[in-house]
């Protein structure tokens, strides 16, 4: 027997192995996952596991490495969040989103941090020598939502798209403010003394950080769609660059001290319309099953990780201190969503809720990022303390929360997220609109978001995809074929009988004919009338119209770990087109 | 910057990117790959590579870690040779394959260690301190012919199905042989005196060492079939499982000192029909598609190390030697395949003529297994001169043989693989022969491969089949929904005419009453009558009814590195099953 030899991968196989076993186990009793968040289900089998190892060896069993969940556990997990991101609900809340995202983690920071010093200073909790700065950096690792417990409980709640997007965005976002408030806390614990200049430079951090990670990710995704130009020949690599592209994008970043998650994000939301156009549809289902797996093991051997190292002796209980902890951050994060979405609500039509605030608030669900932060503490003598405060705060958000957070929504009644897909004809309004607040935009001379998207799809249309795309004829589905030449039909018809001069026959003429007669001074509408006309448009429309003629009938929740959007059989399609046919002849 | 911190992941990923982009950049310039086999540019991008690190450290660049090949590499390499083997061909010529694999690698070890050590006693070559177990120990390790070699070279000429297999199925199944007289003359150096029962037990250890591999292939093969039974809610980690179980039989058969390669071969091919059937269509294509990538990168990587460690000071050069090895590498060689050829053919009407002789001799490429295994030597004198040999040889056999096979294969006129699948009316042919020749197999109480193949397709229908399929409705596709209305159609009009009686219309009951005719005093023909109208086989030939219908148009080999079976869109089909429904309306 020789199991030195193979030891590292064997024991990586048998704790994946084990993983995807417990994975099958919930789901055999349709019940039970229906109830309690698989994440909770997963911390509780690490923590009997943790136990058997604490009884059988008498020592702590082993942590999770810190290492080992940054480098190779998170990024499959935010690479499968940011390739399947819904980009419209995200980049239409983007303020909002950064404005949780830093404001509400900086004020959760400080906030916690100030009120824990607070608590130290009472003489009765023995906690004098805490100094404000160490309470500050606990507060920094404290006050981060967790994009991995925040995905494992939302997707199988189901709320609308608007506070899904909203909280786990900023669980996202907010990893830049909290590497430069971690950092900088942890750098000024072992100064002598800190001066004001570098508060000043930690502020500059921000944006280095989060634009650098940004600036990282788009030069990774732009690299790889470019690539995937040129892999006609050898299909089979294709979603291999999809992956490595991707990793190291995160490492890059990593390596330069920015935030790999906002990189490797910005990477996935940047490459993928390119690569979705070069690759193969078997190349691009792989790289959507394999990505949703990886996550999927990621975020399972995480979970039960969690459990494991919170068995053992690596705590100092101090009552007083961890029930402040959780009480803290409750309230701090319920104050600073109260307070943001005061202001957010100011300045938008569409406001948020009552009950979306509370659910954002109650959403704050922290997770394994906290716990491998708190590990990388230089050592001190209370490190042992914010261990055991980490630890209750995350079993605290995940078990309470985690667990109740369903019921609640069922119970305030929140507004679900729709389970049909978008019609064809919503589709198309949603298109339209957009043109057209785009141009009532540039007449008034407010630069919102639908000018810069118009202008970003010019720039996208005109440059990017001239560089990124493989020029090659797109194979046309049989419904596509069948509807031009129905068309065409249609559009000899109307030739021979002498109509084509008079009425335009096509809605969209109809459309922008109507908006001409209104303002047809303005240059504007005269350009969009030309889109209007443009033949791309025209295909794009077309394009909508065969990948929706099915879709009307499935209903099924867009983003889920488990499921990939999309699953019924192409077999499906056939019969359906042959009963059509059958029928009408 | 923070290189420390990522480096390991980062020149992981950083390998993998060069190697895909290699590939690319060969696949760029069609007629490049047509001409060179694209392991020997890959082996010269990696010597290119090598000089370049030689000559900016001045020092040797790295060599190929053997760990890192046995348990990394070569792995994906041998899962996909024996997910994607064709068992047919592999089963009937298994006997011929194991002669080769066995005897011939013995041969081969024995003939060229002991024309070596005849050299070695020339007094002028100055190799008189080599010993004849060293010899013999490095015959044993140059003797293997490479899967990963003769994949790469075979897999661009086409030859005929059996040879194909019976130089592959060699490669594969020599490692068995490989291991063990390897490690016998390893610790036969190491010992002071051999005794006549190590040499027994070394014997002994063939069947040991290969058959412990087969079973315990077969148990995770089993075991991973099974597991796939129970993920019919959790669709996406379906994939994982294949890879999982292989990789765990591959690592736990080496744990044993089992042969690895021979353990995830069994494993593969004992799962691949029940983990097809119970696993989705889109599982199934990642599976397949993460395979061929996975190998195509690993074997990408593996030429170019091969390249980079060509490189360096870790050579001895002793020109007769090295030539020396390399002649009776090819003579043994083809002496071996003559013998042994000569007995096969005495014993099979079906005969392995003179230029496949002369194919599979000149095929018996030698690749990474032996340069992984002289590394692993232990230190001696000599170990320098065994590495230079054992580089020159690889170096020859890729490029002087692998450049001139397929000018050869043009110029002998070797007999070509098939391009087109066989029709249906070919695929129930040869079903219907398989039942027949077992019927007489059974009649003549010979029980060769037919009488086998029939006991196990009983046993798999009987008893595994009903553990390890899960048992759900299968999506029939809308042509044998159509043929079966029809059948019904048919079956109906025929009972109303009253003819159902008289003559059975069914071309197999036909067939069958024939031969029932012919021998109705024969219990054993009864069963076949029975096996015949059974509605199971008549299913299956309804399933490969469909299943051929469109692939009889498509051409195109069935196996290779870079293409998956069956890229055919199901789009086609439909477009197809309209057109067709429109001509006959």
């Not at 990780?305 to 961890?322: A, M, R």
């Not at 957070?405 to 339209?432: C, M, N, W, Y």
Request: charged content about 20%.
């Amino acid at each position: 027997l020789d199991y030195q030899h193979v030891q590292v991968p064997f024991e990586i196989t048998l704790w994946i192995m084990l993983a995807s076993l417990a994975k099958i186990g919930f789901h055999l009793y349709n019940k039970l996952p229906s109830v309690v968040p698989e994440s909770c289900l997963l911390i509780f089998v690490g923590l009997i596991m943790g136990g058997i190892i604490y009884s059988l060896n008498d020592k702590s069993p082993p942590v999770m490495d810190s290492d080992i969940f940054f480098l190779y556990l998170l990024p499959p997990i935010v690479l499968d969040a940011g390739y399947f991101m819904p980009s419209r609900p995200f980049f239409e809340n983007i303020g909002t989103i950064l404005l949780y995202a830093v404001v509400g983690t900086i004020w959760n920071v400080f906030g916690i941090g100030f009120s824990l010093y607070g608590i130290c200073q009472v003489k009765a909790f023995q906690l004098q020598d805490v100094s404000l700065l160490h309470n500050l950096l606990f507060g920094s690792l404290i006050a981060a939502v967790d994009p991995v417990a925040v995905l494992a409980v939302f997707e199988e709640i189901h709320v609308n798209e608007k506070l899904h997007i909203l909280v786990f965005g900023e669980s996202l976002l907010n990893d830049a403010v909290t590497v430069v408030l971690y950092k900088l806390f942890r750098s000024f614990c072992e100064m002598p003394a800190i001066k004001s200049v570098d508060v000043f430079a930690g502020v500059g951090k921000f944006f280095v950080v989060g634009l650098g990670g940004v600036l990282v990710g788009l030069i990774f995704g732009m690299t790889a769609a470019f690539t995937t130009r040129f892999t006609k020949d050898i299909r089979v690599i294709e979603p291999l660059f999809v992956f490595l592209y991707s990793y190291l994008s995160y490492l890059t970043a990593e390596m330069f001290h920015l935030s790999g998650i906002v990189a490797i994000i910005a990477c996935a939301m940047g490459m993928k319309r390119y690569v979705e156009a070069n690759i193969s549809l078997k190349s691009h289902t792989t790289v959507k099953y394999f990505m949703k797996m990886w996550s999927s093991v990621s975020d399972t051997l995480i979970f039960i990780f969690l459990g494991v190292s919170t068995i053992g002796e690596n705590h100092e209980w101090n009552g007083p201190y961890i029930c402040f902890t959780v009480i803290f951050c409750l309230i701090w994060r319920a104050l600073g969503v109260l307070v943001l979405t005061f202001f957010v609500n100011r300045f938008h039509v569409n406001t948020i809720t009552g009950k979306d605030q509370f659910i954002i608030a109650y959403g704050g669900l922290r997770g394994a990022i906290c716990f491998s932060l708190v590990f990388l503490l230089p050592d001190f003598r209370r490190k042992k303390l914010f261990i055991a405060a980490t630890t209750v705060v995350i079993l605290f958000t995940v078990f309470v929360q985690g667990m109740t957070i369903r019921p609640l929504v069922d119970l305030l009644a929140v507004k679900r997220k729709r389970e049909s897909a978008p019609t064809v004809g919503e589709q198309i309004h949603i298109r339209f609109l957009d043109h057209l607040l785009a141009g009532i935009e540039d007449i008034s001379g407010h630069w919102g978001q639908y000018y810069w998207k118009d202008k970003l799809e010019y720039f996208n249309s005109k440059y990017l995809q001239k560089i990124l795309l493989r020029e090659y004829d797109q194979p046309k589905s049989s419904i596509v074929l069948l509807y031009e030449k129905l068309e065409r039909k249609h559009a000899i018809e109307l030739a021979e009988a002498g109509q084509l001069g008079h009425a335009p026959s096509h809605p969209f003429l109809l459309c922008a004919g109507l908006l001409c007669s209104n303002n047809d001074r303005t240059a504007i509408t005269d350009k969009k009338l030309e889109d209007t006309l443009n033949p791309d448009v025209l295909e794009n429309i077309q394009e909508i119209l065969a990948r929706n003629l099915y879709r009307i009938r499935r209903t099924g929740p867009a983003y889920n770990r488990h499921t990939l959007p999309g699953e019924t059989e192409p077999v499906e399609h056939a019969k359906e087109i042959l009963i059509l046919r059958h029928k009408s002849l």
